[in-house]
């Protein structure tokens, strides 16, 4: 009998070759603006300079953007309720009809209640940086902003406002962790933790932030290891995805692509290597330009195309641009994406052999 895992899995496949033989733009990620009130040790985007995007040209990207059939738009910065139009921005998209996700730090989300209520977002998804003041301050060097924040989104909440939140866990906040978990779910939303941190977009690498220790990240995939073995075990999508011979094998360029603040279109946040502006040129045929990195094939024969572990890796061409500032052509190894698909290719094995021992008993 087919069960509801067997289901998953062949929707999830049927998506993903539908997604690499049909283009069509559903949703887009757009900076309106670079820069946040919070300075963060582990930013990607210091030592930028700052930007915004005009709201007539935002008008005019959106309008662009419906046209080649945008149903979703994520509102980023930077700090996005910074921006002096941030109010008019959001009322637009939610005028025509536009899904809205919000990326904030969750610092002013309060000076925007009323636009939240009477216009609800489909999401807001919330940093959280630390169980408490003195953590939040070490990270973003704001004093009581852990205050402010989680009481804004308890405030989100009791609006019923659909809050999620995610932290990025580096040694200046490892210990926060148990409590950071016990916060948001006495708060009752969703929460991600990613151990991954990208270098600064500038490639100056003046970030003061530590990243784990190889015990410290190994204890860290142990606690999520419970919460993630679903994704990491059950699923054969990544294992789907991570054989194809197809280099770039997620949705950017194919249903989605990113607006940066200053007006340039490219495949991702990250991937300026495919970056055209959006003052130069239509979007759509910024979209058509992207077509010649979608049918690239991976190096099958190199370091990367050869490992144990590529099955389980999430390593990608824009991932190996921000390490190695190439081209974005190619897959190279980046160490923490290493670490992870190790990990989460020997927690795949032993927990077959756990459950075939189970199966033997």
Known sequence: MTNDKEIKNFLMK?????????????????????????KCIHCYNQG??????????????????????????????GEPTL??????????????????????????????LELFKTKKPDKIEISIYG????TYYNITGVERAFDKVINNIKVLKDNKINVHAKSVIMQQN??????????VNQLNIQYRTDLSILKSKDFSNNQKVTKLTNKQYYQMMDKLKNKKSEEWINSETRKFINKSDILYTCGAGRISLFVGSNGGVRLCNFAEFSELNAKEYPIINIWKSFEKYLYLKKDLNSKCGRCKYKNTCT????ITYMEYKNNGMDIL??????????????SVINDRKNKYKENLL
């Open 14 to 38: 049927k998506y993903y070759n539908d997604l690499f033989s049909n283009r069509k733009l559903i949703s887009a990620t757009i900076e309106i603006i670079n820069t946040c009130n919070f």
């Open 48 to 77: 930028l300079k700052h930007e915004c995007l005009n709201y007539d040209f935002f008008i005019d990207i959106i309008d662009q953007l419906m046209e080649m059939g945008l149903q979703n738009v994520t509102l980023t910065g």
């Open 83 to 112: 921006h002096k139009d941030f109010a008019k921005i959001y009322n637009y998209c939610y005028n025509k009809g536009l899904k809205i996700t919000l990326f904030s730090n969750g610092f002013y989300l309060n000076n925007f």
């Open 131 to 134: 169980a408490n003041n003195n």
């Open 174 to 183: 490892y210990t926060d962790y148990e409590g950071i978990l016990k916060i």
């Open 315 to 318: 390593n990608c061409p824009v």
């Open 333 to 346: 190894p980046v160490k923490q994406n290493c670490r992870e698909a190790k990990y989460v290719y020997k």
